[in-house]
């Protein structure tokens, strides 16, 4: 048993995300025995991630405000505190926060054999796509 370090809180990059987004990372892997990345991140209103998919899929935990989450199918799922979201392996979707309010979820997802390719992210989601609910 040991204590991980804690690393700081980062703001995440514009490629990946749209308006202000922060995580705080909870559990990183250290070595090769560790598989779990878990990071709790919070969303300014409106802001959402890209296009992305996971290759051991996803799972997410409302801890305050309103989600969204978005697949390529059209549905989109709004989840409120205490309300958890699976996305399937492959699957490609999208996070955010509704659009009048902050959100923060825990996101928890198993790092591939080959750590490059745990998450593929894709092209920024489009304001219609965001809008159409």
Known sequence: MRKL???ATTKNPPEMFT???WLDPVASPQDGDQRMTVALVRFAPGARTAW???ARGQTL??????ALFGSRDGSVIE???GETVYCSPGE????G??????MEHLAMLESADDPAGTTTWLEHLTDAEYGAR
Do not use: I, L, N
Not at 61 to 66: A, L, R
């Open 5 to 7: 370090p804690q690393p």
């Open 97 to 102: 926060a509704a659009p009048d309010a902050f």
């Open 79 to 81: 989840a409120r505190a």
């Open 52 to 54: 992305h998919s996971h």
């Open 61 to 66: 935990h409302v801890t305050s405000g309103v």
């Open 92 to 95: 490609e979707h999208w996070h």
């Open 19 to 21: 308006g202000d987004v």
